[in-house]
């Protein structure tokens, strides 16, 4: 049965994405997207065979077991399961009636974790309770985000769709990560739907369109909260020069520059439970004191923001040099470690050969360029587990490297 539904489901991603108009693009054939949805399909089945054969992708299956104990509330009660699936969580009193599920669910108290367990809870439904069936229909998810990515750097930028594509589905960590059962597929589907109607709602006002922007937005909350720190800012200046005619780099200056003043000043004034350098802190400590096969020693923050520049630069480093190759003891961890290299060697050669001048004022590389280092700082700053670095960065190198494409052209579209 499982084979069956993991064919039928396939055959149904692969039609839908060839007779879907929401798929046509003029500049890339109906073939090659079908073709890209079958590697994807292909990665979320690797993903699922990984799963059962390395303890490390554990997280997965936790998911998974997850969804499956909120599922179980509807064989009992339908109003239960819908309370699970779509009320709130971390709360108390924790609900009489639900409590025999929540005591349960280790989840139950992590806002970004079930939401991941939702989806499994929501998908359960129609995948008679085959985890590989779940990894294919997240997958799906990926593909559409990945899609809709696509379509923003095409609109936005000159780069041959054929670069886009490169650069968006087959980077090796980010065709792999985003395409199982875990955040980072959720996170891809978000930000792509995001960025495309945010460009769409920016160029020509559409309540259907900003509708589509808040329910990304809040998916994106809900599935990575910290990630809002690096595309809030990253929105403003893109949307400011959208609507002005000065030099682009001025929005992102005083954007960033005014956010990192606000945050300094907000943490002065606010008691000490309400700072964001505690919260760093404490989300940094639970990265250290979590155990794990491929975690490093990381300077820990003290709670001020005098230590957090001084440990940044560092810290900063981490996510783009781990794993390293010679503190591995596997062959995937080896892999991973020269996805690394080559991407710091891209990377050496991208700051070497640049024309910053074109920088300046093209809006759309310093979008793309602030961003995924944004999110890059986020995660080296606080994650001290090449594991967890090697996923969690992988929507970020699709930014980096896009934005150092575009960085080699005299021209924008956003201008």
Known sequence: M?????????????????????????????????????IKICAALLYSWLNTQISTFYDSSFYFREGEIVYSALKDNPWYYLQLLLGPNNYFPEPEHLCRYID???????????????????????????????????????????????KFFERETFLSEYLIIAGVFFIPGTLFWTSGLHKD??????????????????????????????LAFLLLINVRAYLTLAILPSLIGYYWN???K??????????????????????????????????????????????????????SIDNSWANIFSIFPDNFLNAFIYPLFRQCGSDWCRLASLESIFFCVFLLIALIKVKYKYILDNSIALFTLSLGFSMMAIIGLVVNNSGAIVRYRSVALIFIFIGFLISFSKRTKSK
């Open 246 to 299: 000065i030099q682009s780099i001025i929005p992102y200056l005083v954007v960033f520059g005014g956010m990192i003043v606000s945050v300094v000043i907000y943490d002065m004034i606010l008691p000490n439970e309400y700072r964001l350098a505690y919260k760093i802190s404490i989300i940094q400590k639970s990265f250290l004191n979590a155990d794990g096969n491929t975690s490093f020693v990381a300077e």
């Open 242 to 244: 959208k609507k002005s």
């Open 185 to 214: 597929a959720l996170v891809i589907f978000a930000i792509g739907i995001l960025l495309y109607n945010f460009e769409k709602v920016s160029s020509s006002f559409s309540l259907f369109r900003a509708i589509w922007v808040l």
């Open 104 to 150: 349960e669910l280790g989840l139950w108290y992590d806002y970004t974790g079930f939401t991941i367990v939702r989806v499994n809870a929501l998908f359960r439904l129609i995948s008679a309770g085959y985890i590989s069936v779940h990894f294919l229909l997240f997958s799906f998810l990926s593909f559409t985000g990945s899609f809709y990515l696509f």
């Open 2 to 38: 499982e084979y069956v539904l993991l064919l039928g489901y396939s055959i149904l991603f692969l039609t839908f994405v060839y007779y879907s108009k929401r798929f046509d693009t003029p500049s890339v054939s109906k073939k090659l997207w079908v073709s890209l949805a079958f």
